[in-house]
């Protein structure tokens, strides 16, 4: 089963939220927003924009 924390329709698409809390592990992390965005995507969503936000470093990557 795949959750993502936020899924939101945007004016230019849609945006991919996925909150973490510790230390930045951005390999695995952006691997599970492939795999939601891959998901998505197969349902018919396109223009997705990934973010992965931590909130212990109060820090926001997107993911390209």
């Known amino acids: 089963v795949l959750r ?10 849609y945006l991919l939220i ?5 230390k930045e592990n951005y390999k695995s992390h952006s691997r599970q927003l492939y795999n939601y965005q891959d998901a ?3 349902l018919g ?3 997705i924009r990934k ?3 931590y909130i212990d470093e109060e820090q926001v990557v997107e993911v390209n």
Do not use: I
Not at 18 to 22: I, L, Q, R, S
């Open 40 to 42: 998505l995507e197969n």
């Open 18 to 22: 996925d909150y973490k809390t510790g």
């Open 51 to 53: 973010l992965l936000v």
């Open 4 to 13: 993502p924390d936020r899924f939101s329709k945007t004016s230019d698409g």
């Open 45 to 47: 969503y396109t223009a």
